[in-house]
């Protein structure tokens, strides 16, 4: 069975950081491609970041909104994906989900249950 | 950035009748592989989303047959022949042609 467990949110003030992890299972995670995605009552769902696997060098990729500011990362000895989010403002406030795939590549066919955010003073 | 756009932003439905969303992308959704990037989830009320649908019309693993995807271009739809009660939540449309991916802004489906 595929499971992805989100850990890592919290309270956190502007310009803070936080690193989230997802710890993955039941699946081969060093050929997944794998993402994150946030949803907020405001905005709804927003892709954050998108890490290729090591077969395809690895590469990441982020939208705008948070590229300089947050890094994907993966250990696939530890079947562990990171989001380090670094700079953080109060409209990075949003549940985290941790996802394999995302594109046309690798479907985005599971989610993670999800951890929360908030950014405030 | 792509725009999906979901109509009607909430349902109400009494059991065992049928249901049917709308989405309409932006863009055409088609690649030069053939395939066109639109799938659905389904987020239960408490619960992460999960897969409905994936690439239009295909079903994911333990999809019910009560749900149906059709469409093609920038028109799309989800269909529920018989909704149930498990089936509340809210319903999203997802484009994944083009980085960013994104989403359209929900369906909420109640049971009358």
């Known amino acids: 069975e595929v499971q992805l467990v989100e850990s890592g949110g919290g309270l956190v003030t502007p310009g803070g950081s936080l690193r989230l992890s997802c710890a993955a299972s039941g699946f081969n995670f060093a050929d997944t491609w794998m993402s994150w995605v946030r949803q907020t009552p405001g905005k709804g769902f927003e892709w954050v970041a998108r890490?290729?696997?090591?077969?395809?060098?690895?590469?990441?990729e982020y939208p705008a909104p948070v590229r300089g500011r947050f890094t994907i990362s993966r250990d696939d000895s530890k079947n562990t994906l990171s989001l380090q989010m670094n700079s953080l403002k109060t409209e990075d406030t949003a549940v985290y989900y941790c996802t394999i795939g995302i594109g046309r590549e690798q479907s985005l066919d599971h989610w993670g249950q999800g951890t929360l955010v908030a950014v405030s003073s | 950035d792509i725009v999906m756009t979901q109509t009607p932003l909430s349902l109400s439905v009494t059991p065992g009748q049928p249901a049917s969303i709308s989405c309409k992308s932006s863009e055409n959704l088609l690649y030069s592989d053939g395939k066109t990037y639109l799938s659905w989830h389904l987020q239960k009320p408490g619960q992460s989303p999960q897969l409905l649908v994936y690439e239009v019309s295909n079903r994911f693993s333990g999809v019910p047959d009560r749900f149906r995807g059709s469409g093609s271009g920038t028109d799309f739809t989800l269909k529920i022949s018989r909704v149930e009660a498990e089936d509340v939540g809210v319903y999203y449309c997802?484009?994944?042609?083009?980085?960013?991916?994104?989403f359209g802004q929900g369906t909420k489906v109640e049971i009358k």
């Open positions: 890490i290729k696997s090591k077969a395809y060098g690895g590469t990441t």
């Open positions: 997802m484009q994944s042609l083009h980085l960013p991916p994104t």
